[in-house]
C-alpha cells in the first residue's frame, strides 16, 4: 500500500475523489456523483455531475427538477434514464426523511433508491470521514483478486473478505489507490505489468505476457513515451 501511495501522486484523482475535493467533501455532490459513476467512465462522470450541480446543489432543489430534466442533464452516463430515477427519488427521500441532509450511517444510506454498498462506503469515507469502511468498486474487486488479496466472486464478496485480509490502518484508502491504478496501471485488458511498482507481489503479474509493444502505444509505460 506504501508502494501504491508513491505511485499514484502524480496520477490524476479519480472523478468522485475530485469532486469531493472541490466540494469540500459535500456529503450530497459525493452521493449524487457516485451515483452517476456506476460503469460510466471519469471524464464523463465528471462532467455530467457539474451540469447537474449547476442546476442544482441541494436535495430539495434537485428534487423539484423533473425526470425528464435530470435525464438531460446526466445524459450520457450509463444508465441515465434510471440514475435519473432514482436520484430524485433520492433526493425526495432526504428531503422527507432526513431533513435535507445526506444520512450517516450504512443502513440510512441503503434505504435510499439506487445506493448500494459501494456508494454508500464512499460517502462515509470521503465525506463522514469513516475509518471503518472498505469501498469496493470493479476496479477493487478485480485488483484484489488478481495480487490474490483475495479469492472471492462479487463485489460484495471482496469488501467482507478485505476486512479480514488487510490491516484496518489502510481500510479507509484502499479504494483511491486500487482505482487510480486500475485506471491507469492494472487495467482490466492488457494491464501494464511491466510499469507496475507491486508486480513482486502479484502472482499474476510475475506471469503475464503484456502486448507487444507498439500494438497498443497509449498502454506503453509513460518512460517510453
Given at each position: 500500500?506504501?508502494?501504491?501511495?508513491?505511485?499514484?501522486?502524480?496520477?490524476?484523482?479519480?472523478?468522485?475523489?475530485?469532486?469531493a475535493e472541490e466540494s469540500q467533501e459535500d456529503p450530497f455532490e459525493v452521493l449524487i456523483s457516485t451515483m452517476l459513476s456506476a460503469q460510466t467512465r471519469d471524464p464523463v462522470t465528471a462532467a455530467a455531475s457539474a451540469r447537474l450541480f449547476r442546476v442544482a446543489r441541494t436535495p430539495r432543489t434537485l428534487a423539484k427538477l423533473t425526470t425528464r430534466r435530470i435525464e438531460r442533464l446526466i445524459y450520457p452516463v450509463s444508465f441515465y434514464r434510471h440514475k435519473a430515477k432514482h436520484v430524485k427519488a433520492t433526493c425526495r427521500l432526504i428531503v422527507e426523511r432526513f431533513a435535507g441532509r445526506v444520512p450517516g450511517t450504512m443502513n440510512e444510506l441503503l434505504s435510499l433508491p439506487g445506493v448500494g454498498r459501494?456508494?454508500?462506503?464512499?460517502?462515509?469515507i470521503l465525506s463522514f470521514k469513516s475509518l471503518a469502511n472498505i469501498c469496493v468498486d470493479t476496479h477493487v474487486h478485480r485488483i484484489a483478486n488478481r495480487l490474490g488479496w483475495v479469492a472471492t466472486r462479487t463485489p460484495e464478496e471482496t469488501e467482507q473478505?478485505?476486512?479480514?485480509?488487510?490491516?484496518?490502518?489502510?481500510?479507509?484508502?484502499i479504494n483511491l489507490y486500487l482505482v487510480t491504478w486500475?485506471?491507469?496501471?492494472?487495467?482490466?485488458?492488457?494491464?501494464?505489468?511491466?510499469?507496475?511498482?507491486?508486480?513482486?507481489?502479484?502472482?499474476?503479474?510475475?506471469?503475464?505476457?503484456?502486448?507487444?509493444?507498439?500494438?497498443?502505444?497509449?498502454?506503453?509505460?509513460?518512460?517510453?513515451?
Amino acid at each position: 500500500m506504501r508502494a501504491l501511495a508513491r505511485a499514484i501522486d502524480d496520477m490524476d484523482l479519480p472523478a468522485v475523489e475530485k469532486i469531493a475535493e472541490e466540494s469540500q467533501e459535500d456529503p450530497f455532490e459525493v452521493l449524487i456523483s457516485t451515483m452517476l459513476s456506476a460503469q460510466t467512465r471519469d471524464p464523463v462522470t465528471a462532467a455530467a455531475s457539474a451540469r447537474l450541480f449547476r442546476v442544482a446543489r441541494t436535495p430539495r432543489t434537485l428534487a423539484k427538477l423533473t425526470t425528464r430534466r435530470i435525464e438531460r442533464l446526466i445524459y450520457p452516463v450509463s444508465f441515465y434514464r434510471h440514475k435519473a430515477k432514482h436520484v430524485k427519488a433520492t433526493c425526495r427521500l432526504i428531503v422527507e426523511r432526513f431533513a435535507g441532509r445526506v444520512p450517516g450511517t450504512m443502513n440510512e444510506l441503503l434505504s435510499l433508491p439506487g445506493v448500494g454498498r459501494k456508494t454508500a462506503n464512499l460517502v462515509l469515507i470521503l465525506s463522514f470521514k469513516s475509518l471503518a469502511n472498505i469501498c469496493v468498486d470493479t476496479h477493487v474487486h478485480r485488483i484484489a483478486n488478481r495480487l490474490g488479496w483475495v479469492a472471492t466472486r462479487t463485489p460484495e464478496e471482496t469488501e467482507q473478505a478485505l476486512y479480514a485480509a488487510t490491516s484496518r490502518r489502510w481500510w479507509p484508502y484502499i479504494n483511491l489507490y486500487l482505482v487510480t491504478w486500475g485506471q491507469n496501471v492494472c487495467r482490466p485488458v492488457y494491464p501494464r505489468c511491466g510499469a507496475c511498482v507491486i508486480r513482486a507481489e502479484c502472482a499474476t503479474g510475475r506471469t503475464y505476457r503484456e502486448k507487444p509493444a507498439g500494438t497498443h502505444p497509449r498502454l506503453a509505460p509513460r518512460a517510453a513515451l
